[in-house]
């Protein structure tokens, strides 16, 4: 229970932190707007391959 509470209060601090410290430009910024990059098919495989390994390894490691 005390984990649980550590947990969820660091969690808390780093989602109050992420949406207080955006890089977004202020009112002098960008003249033009900023190319945007497209995720393709070879990004999404890599990070799909990536999660189903970790949960290989976690549940393997439960064993």
């Known amino acids: 229970m005390k ?4 947990f969820l209060f660091i969690l ?3 989602l ?3 949406n207080i410290v955006n890089a ?5 910024g960008f003249t033009d707007e ?5 995720l393709d098919g070879g990004v999404i495989i890599l990070a799909v391959a990536s999660a189903s390994y970790g ?3 976690l549940i393997k490691g439960k064993k």
């Open 12 to 14: 808390t601090i780093l």
């Open 24 to 28: 977004q430009p202020g009112s002098g």
């Open 34 to 38: 900023p190319n945007d990059v497209p």
């Open 16 to 18: 109050v932190f992420a």
């Open 55 to 57: 949960i290989k390894k």
């Open 3 to 6: 984990n649980a509470i550590k």
